[in-house]
């Protein structure tokens, strides 16, 4: 939002309906409005009292806030206590975002948890790639043939992928095996079969 696209583009970007991207916005604003960081914080506090979220008791948070406050890890406290370490996290960060401040407790003072990292760990990311985003308005429109899109599928195991190559227009798809999906491998596959098309 905050690049000045309208909800529907934003729908559209993403392949959700506009009515997802609407009841999101409805859901996460805040009073400075939408912000990302804010929005997977509030989404977390709501989480934990949903009828699928882990129920902590009274006495068990109790015990776990005196815990956190005698320094004891998460991981300690579950086995004391009977609940997950995660769902330990989960409160204290729910409970952050209501203002509180159990999360001072945490021995290891990083803003989130790294399960939980807002972007910052960038590993099996695309150095220099350019976000979706940033993709022309009349690519989307599938107006012109010469546009594809790659992706990969993973086999058993993680140990072989099939690359695909997809012609946005057309809908024409062209299938590669790799032995692994390392980015030379990937890479290499996608080249070789746009210079099959003479494209690269």
């Not at 948890?113 to 695309?126: L, V």
């Amino acid at each position: 939002m905050s690049a000045g696209n309208s909800q529907q583009q934003i729908a559209k970007l993403l392949g959700r309906h506009k009515s997802t991207i609407s009841r999101e916005i409805a859901r996460n604003t805040g009073g400075r409005g939408y912000l990302p960081r804010q929005a997977c914080l509030l989404a977390q506090e709501l989480s934990l009292g949903s009828r699928n979220a882990s129920q902590i008791t009274a006495k068990q948070w109790s015990e776990t806030v005196d815990y956190l406050h005698g320094k004891w890890s998460p991981e300690q406290i579950a086995n004391q206590v009977g609940i997950s370490h995660e769902t330990i996290y989960r409160h204290v960060y729910a409970d952050k975002a209501t203002g509180g401040s159990l999360w001072k407790e945490l021995r290891c003072q990083k803003k989130r948890r790294k399960r939980y990292a807002s972007g910052q760990d960038r590993r099996g990311q695309i150095i220099g790639r350019r976000p979706i985003s940033e993709r022309p308005a009349y690519i989307e429109e599938r107006s012109q043939v010469g546009h594809w899109e790659a992706d990969t599928v993973i086999g058993a195991n993680h140990k072989q992928a099939i690359v695909t190559l997809v012609e946005r227009k057309s809908g024409y798809a062209v299938l590669s095996k790799v032995t692994n999906k390392t980015s030379d491998l990937v890479g290499n596959a996608i080249i070789n079969e746009l210079q099959s098309f003479n494209l690269v």
